[in-house]
């Protein structure tokens, strides 16, 4: 951890609303670390989760240690102003437009978020000499590569979506800040995120939700895909360790054999995942355990976009922040399921 006086700085965490911005600023003021948390509250899913989200951060800071800020950071002059008011120390930069199969729908909405919405942060970053910028990249950037586990030394230049698209475009932006302004940041790619307060577009709720209201699910790839499951907990364990850690120029980066994890600038690129991939069929199974209901299953083809597997190399997370996730998925259904009845009110 880092010394007291760099600690009274102000984190900027973007997303804030959302599931994993949450857990993060949750975190971070927990550490007694003051956070002024931004989200434009989007309706890719259902707004009422992310305003009990905010909910939870308001009664349990008070407005001391958290200011929200309600705004679209494609909106080049808010953000201006938002750098301006706040000096933030650190930017944790997790706001975007998620999602694979939405990406294929509505292609521009991912430009906004995840291109423009990038360059105006890294913009505030670089005029507001922020210490450290980590940001989510995500594992469908490995897209077709097959190697496995997915390493940050390998290249990645083939995705599979548009989405992952914008997640390796915004680590190619980053570079340039981190080479041309001496920003130091850090892209970490997370794998498959599940736990309390989850997304609902996402398998592991979107699966627990239909069971438990005796709807059928829809297994892609006839439910054979290797997820690598990463809990919450650690997703957030990982992303503050980083953030405390600025990136450093590798002194033996060499353009000759170029490293795609580092550069001779401070530009860092991390796995964060389980390391452990599971069929989505257990999946399935761990759920209705935990549930005490059967799943009906419909078995489809992969859809455009897929991958068929995921699996994290985490050996230089481990090696320069000590840790890496291991929450076993069983363990981390069970935690989900509790807060899901609770949040849900469904049956017990
Ligand atoms: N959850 C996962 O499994 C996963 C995996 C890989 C990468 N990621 C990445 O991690 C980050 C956080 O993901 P999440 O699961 O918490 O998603 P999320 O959708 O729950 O959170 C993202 C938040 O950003 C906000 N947002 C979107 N566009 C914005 C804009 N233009 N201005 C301000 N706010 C905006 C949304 O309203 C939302 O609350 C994202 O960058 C995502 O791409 C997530």
């Known amino acids: 951890m880092s010394d007291n006086a760099h600690d009274r700085g102000i984190t900027l965490v973007t997303g804030v609303a959302g599931f994993i911005g949450f857990h993060v600023a949750r975190r971070l003021m927990a550490l007694g670390r003051p956070v002024v948390g931004v989200d434009n509250l989007s309706d890719y899913y259902?707004?009422?989760?992310?305003?009990a989200r905010l909910r939870v951060l308001q009664e349990e800071n008070g407005p001391g240690p958290f200011t929200f800020e309600r705004m679209d950071l494609a909106d080049r002059d808010a953000v201006t102003a938002l750098f301006a008011a706040h000096?933030?120390?650190r930017v944790i930069h997790l706001a975007a437009q998620p999602g694979v199969r939405y990406s294929l729908k509505n292609p521009h909405a991912y430009a906004e978020a995840n291109l423009v919405a990038f360059l105006n942060v890294l913009e505030g970053c670089r005029h507001g000499k922020v210490e450290h910028l980590t940001y989510a990249s995500s594992s469908s950037?490995?897209?077709?590569?097959?190697?496995?586990?997915?390493?940050?030394?390998?290249?990645v230049d083939h995705p599979l979506s548009l989405y992952a698209a914008t997640k390796k475009a915004n680590e190619l932006m980053a570079h340039s800040y981190s080479h041309l302004f001496g920003l130091p940041t850090t892209g970490l790619r997370f794998f498959t995120v599940y736990g309390p307060w989850g997304r609902p577009d996402m398998a592991v709720y979107a699966f627990t939700r239909a069971i438990a209201r005796g709807e059928p699910i829809r297994l892609f790839n006839h439910g054979q895909s290797l997820r690598d499951f990463t809990y919450i907990d650690d997703i957030v364990e990982g992303v503050v360790r980083v953030s405390d850690r600025a990136a450093a120029p590798n002194l033996e980066w060499s353009g000759a054999r170029p490293d795609p994890a580092s550069s001779f600038s401070p530009y860092r690129v991390y796995n964060i995942g389980n390391h452990t991939p599971v069929p989505v069929t257990e999946l399935v199974a761990l759920i209705e355990a935990e549930l005490g209901r059967r799943a009906e299953t419909i078995?489809?083809?992969?859809?455009?976009?897929?991958?068929?597997?995921t699996f994290a190399d985490v050996d230089d997370l481990m090696r320069d922040v000590g840790f890496r996730p291991a929450?076993?998925?069983?363990?981390?259904?069970?935690?989900?399921?509790?807060w899901f009845r609770e949040y849900e009110g469904a049956p017990p």
């Open 299 to 309: 078995l489809l083809d992969a859809e455009p976009g897929d991958v068929p597997a």
């Open 141 to 155: 950037v490995y897209g077709a590569n097959t190697a496995m586990p997915f390493s940050v030394h390998d290249n």
């Open 327 to 338: 929450t076993p998925l069983a363990e981390g259904i069970r935690r989900f399921v509790a």
């Open 87 to 89: 000096a933030p120390r």
């Open 46 to 51: 259902e707004v009422s989760l992310k305003e």
